[in-house]
């Protein structure tokens, strides 16, 4: 049976960007996520944006059910299962680098890195289409050491893609770790370059999920399930499946392009 | 030591705890997991001739006993599964067996052509699915339908022929009669319970189909019911396979003992891990030894003889 | 203050948590405990003309999840029953609701007979129990005879007429249609499901009879999804009375919501106390009224519209 | 699922009574009994005569399972549930009525009523058929403080029924409990008296049992179900069911002559 959580807020935090929080009597670690329950709409798998007592999600509306999330009032309900997935591991000096909603597992991540596990030095970039995209932007200035913006439109931070900025930085030496998580296209050459340099890399991956609870495959990157093995890969991982990258499961466990399937 | 390795219509299994349909045969790498999680044998996500989403999600509900679902079967077509199958048969050393299912003896025939033609070891007929209209047990319930889908599919693939059955059903004694007639080489028992679930504070059913399948360890004993029942009445003819809620070595040696030669395990991944079928092979194993018997043969059916 | 009262064919009930039959029900004082422990009306012990000793021990195995029986419809006989129920109407003020059953429909009528001679309320009619041969859900899986003995028996007796049936089948929509067009005035479902255990160590059924009826909170989505299946086929010509399974309130609001009008519980006080019907009733009522239901009729049905 | 233990030994009590010893690690207390499998012949409810972590039944051959525990060997196994039911009450002064196996359950009351609960006194009757009826006669010696035992035909002390000889001892004021334990032929004039002169009484009743978990209904004597509300029933229970005694329920349930039942 699924639990049933109510409204205490929602935030548009940016265009179709909402964060809606709960209170929910669970542990949870940033990188996990819980499956959504919309009933008469779906279920889908969204990161958990924030971890205390009062979780958060944070949801872009990209279709149905996201946009039923996106409009859930204070005092409105809905059903949870979870949390799910595994989640970063901290190290002295981390690299994040955020694509759009990726950010929504990333951030309580950076919280954490500084308030619980007190690192060094975290350094953030975080790439959308435009300003209007981009959210939690005072979250994240609170707790990184330092922030890069990147829009591919300029309207805020530097213009082009976030991966022009943050792939240079990805150097053996510095970071300790580096933490991804954002649209496949600009993982895979952060992901590559992390492998090629010798620098431990942790990217976390969205696959079509069902069951969330590794039985149905649905979610199935090689041999590894994303919602049991994942959402975050580590380097090992990572060296293994980087060529599966790029190529989902469609809904009937079809691979399909990652581009291909909204 | 006890000699756990059995043979089922001719394939030889190092153990007899397979990988049941529908939990992680999607892929060959999948499929390999599940090699390497200790199942003796692989069978493949149910696949019919074209590709079928399924149903839309929530199609998972889990409640203290067990895990309602209702996927709908969904698979990218049998042609994607047979590229599949022929790349798990060269990264697997376990048999590899199709499980297909059709609207009529017709699909079933095409979509087991193409899993032999993929290097399937043997084909497992879904003739029990609960939640997909038109398919799975609507067919597997009326005992002529079986017959006929399955000498069917026996008159065109020379493949062994696995035949899944519903515990839907009062007539489970006489379907199973029927599969054997139509030439059926082993008969498997069971697919999920017709279950239901529902929210109370949301006022919905926890499934978008309304309701679904009931697989884990509430299951257990209707499954060894089921067993048992299949093997009164199909004697020795041919092997009975069981699966429904096997979690433990003990679950599964109730089953041996009910009639089973061989078991399947599903549900249990979620509840134990990758590994659950290693760890029930070595449960049944020390069971085995710490009871002096032999070989699992000894032992099955020997409850209800 | 929620309403949990009820109307079942005319009879009222302060609530909807009736006892379910073959638990307690055995004596009139047995039945009193029942409505001390709360429950709003009284199943009796299933009876037939004529004395029963039912099934050797062991007649229980329990599990996990649930409990396996095989009782095998002991009863002392209609007359004996007729002579507990008519010391029960006095005793008790809840309504007293005699089981019977019979291998045809003669048989049903003339324990119905005897029953309302006693003073019962109302009838239930047994076409259910799994592990009686020759009555029973033998007799519940086929639609005509269900007809047959439902027509009989409301052609003989003006009581409400409840028909039990089991969910051991494909056929149920069928066979609660047929109920109804017999004039069943209530459907109640389910029995047990059928289930078997083995004890390993012994490599025996754990049953005399080796398999048995399973009951218990493992059976919880496999009722509901019954219920629902009927109320579907039924809509509102009669009530549908879910049992299975109900252990909490939570659990019987998952029944009013697929459609159940009212429940009973058995194996609960196996698992609560004879206290469970009223602490059943106290959380549906807590539900209703943190939910801001004013009536539990408000949401008979709900998840399924 | 039922448990399986294996007997560690079996021993000859009496005539036709046999003690076997089993490990089972269960909290027992005495008074409680087992519902105890041999598959192919029948479960049968036993009290337990041993409550320690080396568990003990005594039974009497009645009949095919009966006869079937009492011919276990050593090593061989049975099935077991429970314990189920009541047990007991201890007080300062006890006094207890056994007659033939009604001892088995009270034997470890005895024994835990000095051994764990140092009551100040106990007085045992034990009555049987005759001196091959008897059966732990050391072990009662050893526990209580007196012990009187009657024969039907004298072959060991007093010569009558247990009942001539235990009546006259219960008088308001010296015992506070008086357990007893045996033919209900025997405890009805037992329970009367007790309730008749005010004295605390705990009977062990017997009925026909087949769930015994207080489902079924079978064991039920008025309103209370043996195997869940008793075996063992206090003063208060007693008082109400006392007109209901010498009535058990056959297999089928109907009200029969406890005499009738073999
Ligand atoms: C582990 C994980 C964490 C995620 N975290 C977030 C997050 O924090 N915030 C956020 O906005 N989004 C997140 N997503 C993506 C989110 O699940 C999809 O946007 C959402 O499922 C879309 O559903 P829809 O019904 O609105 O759209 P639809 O119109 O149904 O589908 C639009 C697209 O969304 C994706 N999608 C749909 N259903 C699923 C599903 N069941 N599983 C995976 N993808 C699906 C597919 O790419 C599909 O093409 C996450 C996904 C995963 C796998
Ligand atoms: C709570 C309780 C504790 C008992 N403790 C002991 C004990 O410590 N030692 C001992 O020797 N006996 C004890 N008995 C009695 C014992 O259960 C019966 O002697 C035994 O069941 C006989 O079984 P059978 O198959 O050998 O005989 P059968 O031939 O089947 O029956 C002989 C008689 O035994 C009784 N009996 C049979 N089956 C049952 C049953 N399932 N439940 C109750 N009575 C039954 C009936 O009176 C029957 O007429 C106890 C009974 C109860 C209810
Ligand atoms: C998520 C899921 C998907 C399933 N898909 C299939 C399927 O495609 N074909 C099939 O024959 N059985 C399918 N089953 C049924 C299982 O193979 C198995 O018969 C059932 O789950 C009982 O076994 P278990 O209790 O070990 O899971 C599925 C079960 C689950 C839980
Ligand atoms: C010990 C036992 C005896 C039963 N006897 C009967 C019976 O005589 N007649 C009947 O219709 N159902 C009988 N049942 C079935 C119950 O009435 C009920 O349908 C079933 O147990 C499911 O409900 P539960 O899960 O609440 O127990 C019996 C069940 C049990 C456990
Ligand atoms: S979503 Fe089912 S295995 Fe991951
Ligand atoms: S033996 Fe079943 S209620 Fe006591």
Redesign the pocket.
């Known amino acids: 049976m699924r639990e049933v959580v109510e409204v205490l807020e929602n935030n548009r935090v940016a265009k179709n960007v909402h964060t809606i929080r709960f209170r929910w009597k669970r542990d949870a670690r940033p990188g996990q996520f819980v499956m959504v329950w919309i009933p008469g709409s779906g279920e889908v798998p969204l990161s958990l944006s924030y971890v205390g007592d009062i979780k958060g999600i944070t949801v872009k509306v990209v279709g149905e059910t996201t946009e039923k999330i996106a409009r859930l009032k204070t005092g409105e309900r809905f059903g949870i299962r979870g949390p799910y997935g595994n989640s970063y591991s901290y190290a002295n000096k981390i690299l994040v680098i955020a694509g759009g909603t990726g950010m929504c597992s990333l951030a309580p991540a950076i919280e954490m890195a500084r308030v619980n596990y007190k690192v060094a030095f975290i350094k953030v970039f975080f790439g959308a289409k435009s300003a209007e995209d981009l959210f939690m932007l005072d979250r994240i200035e609170k707790f990184a050491d330092a922030l890069v913006i990147a829009t591919e439109d300029g309207s805020l931070g530097k213009k082009g893609l976030i991966t022009d900025f943050a792939l240079p930085e990805i150097k053996k030496g510095f970071y300790d770790i580096v933490w991804t998580c954002g649209p496949e296209a600009m993982m895979i050459p952060i992901v590559k370059k992390c492998l090629a340099e010798g620098v431990n890399v942790e990217a976390s991956l969205e696959r079509y999920m069902k069951?969330a609870i590794g039985?149905?495959g649905s979610c199935a990157i090689g041999r590894f399930l994303v919602c049991k093995d994942g959402p975050v890969f580590d380097t090992k991982i990572l060296s293994e499946i980087i060529n599966g990258l790029g190529k989902v499961r469609s809904p009937s466990g079809r691979l399909i392009d990652y581009a291909e399937q909204s | 030591m006890a000699d756990i390795g059995v043979e089922v219509c001719g394939i030889r299994l190092k153990h007899p705890v397979m990988l049941?349909?529908?939990?992680l045969g999607i892929s060959a790498e999948t499929m390999k997991r599940a090699e390497e999680g200790g199942a003796s044998a692989v069978i493949t996500?149910?696949f019919s001739i074209e590709e079928r989403a399924g149903h839309e999600n929530p199609t998972?509900a889990l409640f203290k006993h067990g895990?309602l679902?209702s996927?709908g079967?969904p698979n990218p077509g049998a042609r994607a599964m047979a590229k599949e199958i022929e790349k798990a048969k060269k990264m697997c050393r376990v048999p590899i067996i199709a499980?297909v299912f059709g609207k009529d003896a017709d699909e079933f025939v095409k979509a087991c052509e193409i899993a032999r033609d993929s290097g399937a070891d043997a084909v497992?007929i879904?003739l029990?699915?609960p939640h997909v209209p038109g398919t799975g047990m609507e067919l597997g319930v009326d005992p002529n339908a079986v017959k006929e889908i399955v000498t069917e599919v026996k008159s065109c693939i020379d493949l062994p022929v696995f035949v899944?059955l519903t515990p839907n059903t009062h007539a489970l004694q006489k379907i199973a009669l029927m599969a054997v007639e139509g030439g059926a080489d082993a008969i498997v028992a069971?697919?999920?319970v017709r279950g239901m679930l529902i929210n109370p504070m949301m006022k919905k059913p926890e499934l978008s189909t309304i309701f679904g399948?009931y697989?884990?360890p509430g299951?257990l004993p209707i499954g060894i019911y089921c067993v048992y029942t299949i093997y009164s009445a199909v004697g020795q003819s041919v092997p009975v396979i069981g699966?429904?809620?096997?979690c433990r070595g003990m679950d599964a040696i109730q089953y041996f003992m009910a009639g089973a030669s061989a078991v399947?395990?599903?549900?249990?991944v979620y509840y134990r891990g990758y590994s659950a079928f290693s760890e029930i092979a070595n449960e049944i194993e020390t069971f085995l030894e710490n009871e002096g018997v032999n070989s699992i043969r000894d032992i099955i059916g020997i409850a209800v003889r």
């Open positions: 069951c039985v149905c | 049941a349909s529908g939990i996500k149910s998972i895990i679902n996927m079967l499980s497992e879904n029990s699915c899944k069971i697919n999920t399948g697989s884990g299951i699966v429904g809620g096997i399947q395990v599903g549900s249990a």
